[in-house]
């Protein structure tokens, strides 16, 4: 009988030290998950913001006036300009 409350003992003491590490676990990969949460949640805010700079810097005003100031570009006289028409979409040979 003294064995097998001895047994018993050692069975219920490792189940509690178990569930305890297990526990411990789990709370700390819910702390990652929250820090990792918090990350991806900073990252998007910055994809946001880089997006809206992207489109900012790609206006057409903005690079008519970087052609013209930077590049000295400007547009052709109308007699100089082309119009191609469109391929076909069946993919043959004009």
């Given at each position: 009988m003294v064995r097998l409350n001895l047994l018993?003992?050692?069975?219920?003491?490792?189940?509690?030290?178990?569930?305890?590490?297990?526990?411990h676990q789990?709370?700390?990969?819910?702390?990652?998950?929250?820090?990792?949460q918090e990350i991806?949640?900073?990252?998007?805010?910055?994809?946001?913001?880089?997006q809206l700079e992207q489109s900012t810097w790609a206006t057409h005003a903005r690079v008519e006036k970087i052609a013209v100031?930077?590049?000295?570009?400007?547009?052709?006289?109308?007699?100089r300009v082309q119009v191609v028409p469109p391929v076909a979409a069946t993919g043959g040979t004009p």
């Amino acid at each position: 009988m003294v064995r097998l409350n001895l047994l018993l003992l050692a069975a219920l003491s490792m189940c509690a030290l178990a569930l305890v590490t297990s526990q411990h676990q789990a709370r700390k990969l819910y702390v990652d998950l929250q820090k990792e949460q918090e990350i991806a949640k900073q990252l998007q805010v910055e994809w946001d913001q880089l997006q809206l700079e992207q489109s900012t810097w790609a206006t057409h005003a903005r690079v008519e006036k970087i052609a013209v100031q930077a590049l000295k570009m400007r547009v052709p006289p109308a007699s100089r300009v082309q119009v191609v028409p469109p391929v076909a979409a069946t993919g043959g040979t004009p």
